[in-house]
């Protein structure tokens, strides 16, 4: 499978997600330039951070972090809508590992019992193929050796897409469409919600307000690999 992978990028060479710059030996999915200057946060370290303070102005969250902070026209804006819309799932998958290391190695997220992606609707999943926040949740758990939930927190209402919405209308737009299938296996614990990028906070809030209204001895912290930059 190596050999018939090294003939195949002989003739299509890989391009780097964030700048489209072509691939080297030794490079796996970014470039060493894009990572060596990813817009990284300081969140895995830092227990007070912004995106803690805005998620609170919502829900009870204990730790919040995200890898990553990218403006509007960023080439990493690009490299998640690549693993979100076309199929690039690996991307996800260095993500979720590249997140995880950042929080094992900040320390700040091992009181967590469990890890939890934020889930597709069946419909959406079947369209697509797989759940990008589950690649990253799973990169997540290895790190922090955690066990990973997937089929216990379910999303039973395909909504419209948040893209083009503004902060209110994608509250509005995410209230109760999430369902907690077994609350008993999340009472008491302190669960980490993760997801691939968040823009207002409303979709993994609407996770969390979920879990806590049926699980509501449960603890909520969140981790994201990248967030907007306003936040």
């Known amino acids: 499978m190596g050999l018939l992978a090294d003939i195949f990028h002989l003739f299509v060479p890989r391009r780097c997600p964030a700048c489209g ?46 890898l990553i902070s990218f403006p509007r026209g960023s080439g990493w804006r690009k490299a998640v809508h690549e693993f979100k819309y076309s199929g690039s799932w690996r991307i996800a998958v260095e993500c979720g590992e590249w997140l995880g290391e950042a929080l094992a190695e900040g320390g700040l997220f091992y009181g967590v019992d469990v890890v939890v992606p934020v889930p597709l609707h069946r419909r959406k999943l079947l369209r697509r193929g797989y759940n990008q926040a589950e690649y990253i949740a799973e990169g997540v758990a290895r790190a922090l050796e955690r066990p990973c939930s997937t089929d216990n927190l379910v999303r039973n209402t395909n909504n419209p897409s948040q893209a083009l919405k503004h902060t209110d209308e994608r509250w509005e737009n995410v209230e109760g469409i999430f369902t907690l299938l077994r609350p008993e296996e999340f009472d008491g614990k302190h669960i980490l919600l993760v997801d691939d990028v968040i823009t207002s906070g409303a979709t993994i809030g609407s996770c969390a307000t979920e879990i806590l209204r049926t699980a509501p001895n449960a603890k909520i912290s969140i981790a994201t690999f990248a967030t907007a930059h306003h936040i």
């Not at 470039?31 to 370290?45: E, S, Y």
């Open 21 to 66: 710059g072509y691939l080297i030996e030794g490079e796996r999915t970014f470039c060493t330039l894009c990572r060596t200057n990813a817009p990284l946060t300081t969140h895995p370290t830092e227990a007070l951070n912004p995106l803690l303070e805005h998620l609170r102005n919502e829900i009870p969250v204990e730790r919040a972090a995200a």
